[in-house]
């Protein structure tokens, strides 16, 4: 494989040895971190294992139709029992998720050698849903647009190279985040690294602006955050440039003839117009700021009255309060002040009563006025730039790039035709979502906090406030918008997801917050009598970060250190990892695993696996218990052990008797797992083998639960 494609792939693997990874540790309490979840399976394992064992007899191989579900049941029970074809068993498969598994436990785990395949989780869980809005260099977009040509704003407000988009199909739980202040929701899956203050950390509670510091911000997974906590979204960058644009192309050619009947193409520029380097100025943002707030265009139609042929003008409709405020002279200035070169014919109209289509004349109360611009390349330059149509009209990226001065009057122009102003506080509303967030934009590079609001049913509410508080729950500062998090739900969710990789700094912003797209995690396992222990707790904290900072400073030596960083890591570091395994290993592992003289996260980790297994195959979970509940006797202590030899470690734990005249040598010590502790941590119900025992008896297919028998009547 060449150098460049190895590469690539290392990156979307998550293992390459410049990246820099991002931390955060769990300290675990006995076994309450563990998380074992069935994510793939066969549909009906049961048809799967009759079918196999069935298909030496006779000539016909597919005989489940053909038989009763209780024929059905008998001969998947031999299959269970091992009295029949050994590969049945082995014909169905099981894919598992597994988090937060002590290293020595995994190393335990993974001496499964055959039928199960093992594969450590990497970085690339982080993801967003369709539709959420990313902050590129060419604007807003929805990240199932973002390309690899694209550059996004990162928390060190760098604009930065996408590298890698990654799109899969997700079907869980993901994180829904409201903050304050901001209209639409971000939907995270619950890994998915956000750039945020923890308010549980800031002993001063209250919202006082102190408390929005960029310095108390860190990586905080998506499930992990809390109502109160603060988000921290970057605001763009634009460097201020003069903007000119060329308003000749706009105009027709002009065809002149001559006396023998031939003609040439004219330009304007030909008869001295000159209008290819009109800068855009605080005039013309007046102009624009009126449009889209009270604005429509003009047409020309053709013969029949019916198809739009070219624009023809602007008309603004202002009311009676703003005319009497002089808004109208001020609008009409400013057009008549644009460019010397351009000769616009303004007029203003009076209209109080509106005549419907049909043909009622609707009285209005006060009159409103119609200031028509008659100019149709300004019409359609107006039109190519800043679109029509209420809920269509939008900004271009230039706008942004404008000095501040000019910015404002858009801004202030737009707000008297749309908005109000009142105790230092601005609001205006239009049904038009996209213009309302990009005018949030112009704002944040104004550096003032500014919020959007639902407006009635179909409207939205921009609200720019220009006061100083010392108290808020969102702030503006040093180009940092801080919001508090007003809610967090919990939601399914099945569908596309998306996330991108992007170069050095690995993370994008959205439109009010920001995320991360590399993180690991790195926590550790604590037993319940250390964790008990105060002062040793405190002494294993200490101990394990210290673990953890040596371990980041070799990983960000550079190349061909991550092996290196390893080995200083304790035993106890959590791993996660995924697990496809068929059932004669997954049988034979939870057999194995769920004696009480395994260690206690082992334990706990294989009665997760039969409990994931209980919830959709209850049969098979049955088939699945310690072996010694199958023999009836402590195996811990049998003579063949080593054990018997060199004394026991640990005391039996005393669900199945000892082999009589096997002495306990273990007299200081208790069993090595405890069955109540694991059963209060892991909320589960881990039946006696007694009780296994007699399910096991008195199986029939009457007895079944109706999980297992609705696969055994499929068809």
Not at 146 to 152: E, I, Q, R, Y
Not at 425 to 441: D, G, P, W
Not at 604 to 622: G, H, N, S, V
Request: proline letters at 3%.
């Amino acid at each position: 494989m060449e150098t460049e494609e190895l590469n690539k792939l290392r990156k979307i693997m998550g293992t390459m040895p410049d990246e820099k990874p991002e931390f955060k540790t769990d300290f675990f309490k006995g076994v309450t971190g563990i998380e074992v979840k069935m994510v793939d399976w066969s549909h009906n394992p049961y048809r799967a294992m009759y079918t196999l064992a069935t298909s030496c007899w006779g000539k016909k191989i597919d005989k489940w139709n053909d038989t009763l579900p209780e024929g059905r049941f008998n001969v998947v029970k031999a299959v269970l029992q091992k009295v029949a074809l050994p590969l049945a068993y082995e014909s169905v498969q099981f894919t598992f998720v597994c988090e937060n598994i002590p290293r020595w436990s995994f190393d335990q785990i993974a001496r499964a050698r055959q039928g199960v395949v093992f594969s450590s989780r990497g970085t690339r869980d982080n993801c967003v849903v369709p539709g959420t809005l990313v902050k590129t260099c060419v604007g807003l977009k929805p990240i199932e647009n973002v390309s690899l040509t694209d550059k996004v704003l990162t928390h060190k407000r760098n604009y930065k190279k996408v590298l890698n988009i990654f799109k899969r199909d997700y079907e869980g739980k993901t994180i829904c985040i409201s903050t304050v202040g901001y209209l639409d929701k971000i939907i995270l899956t619950p890994e998915h690294p956000v750039y945020a203050i923890s308010f549980s950390n800031i002993k001063d509670k209250n919202t006082h602006r102190n408390n929005f510091n960029i310095k108390n911000a860190k990586w905080i997974l998506a499930k992990d955050l809390k109502q109160g906590d603060v988000i921290i979204e970057n605001v763009e960058q634009f460097n201020t440039e003069e903007i000119k644009f060329n308003l000749l192309k706009y105009y027709e050619q002009i065809y002149v003839g001559n006396q023998f009947g031939t003609s040439k193409t004219l330009h304007h520029v030909d008869i001295g117009v000159k209008l290819n380097d009109i800068v855009f100025d605080k005039n013309w943002a007046k102009l624009v700021g009126w449009y889209l707030a009270e604005g429509c265009l003009d047409y020309r139609y053709d013969k029949d009255g019916i198809n739009k042929t070219t624009t023809t003008g602007i008309t603004y409709c202002v009311g009676k309060t703003d005319f009497d405020r002089g808004y109208v002279k001020e609008l009409i200035t400013a057009i008549k002040k644009i460019n010397k070169n351009i000769n616009v014919n303004v007029k203003i109209k009076k209209i109080q009563n509106v005549k419907l289509p049909s043909g009622k004349i609707l009285k209005n109360p006060q009159p409103a006025y119609y200031v028509k611009l008659r100019h149709r390349q300004i019409a359609q330059f107006v039109k190519d730039n800043f679109s029509e149509y209420s809920h269509t009209k939008r900004l271009p990226e230039w706008i942004f790039k404008l000095d501040n001065s000019i910015l404002q009057e858009l801004c202030d122009s737009f707000c008297k035709g749309d908005g109000t102003f009142k105790d230092k506080v601005i609001a205006f509303s239009c049904v038009n979502k996209m213009l309302i967030k990009q005018f949030k934009r112009i704002y944040d590079k104004l550096n003032i906090k500014s919020n959007i609001f639902k407006a009635g049913p179909v409207g939205f509410c921009l609200s720019p406030y220009y006061g100083g508080g010392l108290y808020c729950r969102t702030f503006l500062n040093n180009n940092y918008h801080f919001r508090q998090i007003k809610t967090l739900k919990t939601e399914n969710y099945k569908g596309l997801v998306y996330n991108l990789e992007v170069k050095d700094d690995n993370s994008y912003v959205l439109e009010n917050m920001t995320v991360h797209n590399c993180h690991l995690d790195a926590g550790f396992f604590m037993h319940d009598d250390i964790w008990e222990d105060e002062e040793m707790k405190k002494e294993f904290i200490e101990t394990a970060l210290k673990c953890k900072e040596t371990y980041k400073k070799i990983a960000e030596r550079g190349k061909h250190n991550w092996q290196s960083a390893r080995s200083i890591l304790p035993i106890s570091n959590t791993h996660a990892f995924s697990m496809s395994i068929n059932f004669a290993a997954l049988q034979s592992m939870i057999s194995k695993r769920t004696k009480f003289c395994e260690a206690d996260a082992t334990v706990a980790f294989a009665w997760l696996l039969r409990e994931e297994l209980k919830k959709k195959f209850p049969l098979l979970a049955l088939y699945c218990y310690p072996s010694c509940d199958f023999r009836g006797e402590c195996e811990y202590a049998k003579t063949y052990f080593l054990s018997n030899c060199f004394g026991c470690l640990f005391k039996p734990c005393g669900r199945n008797k000892t082999k009589e005249g096997v002495p306990d040598y273990a007299s200081i010590n208790t069993c090595c797992s405890n069955k109540e502790k694991i059963m209060e941590e892991l909320n589960i119900y881990v039946p006696t083998a007694e009780e296994i025992r007699k399910d096991l008896e008195n199986l029939t297919y009457d007895k079944l639960s109706d999980k297992d028998k609705v696969l055994f009547e499929e068809n």
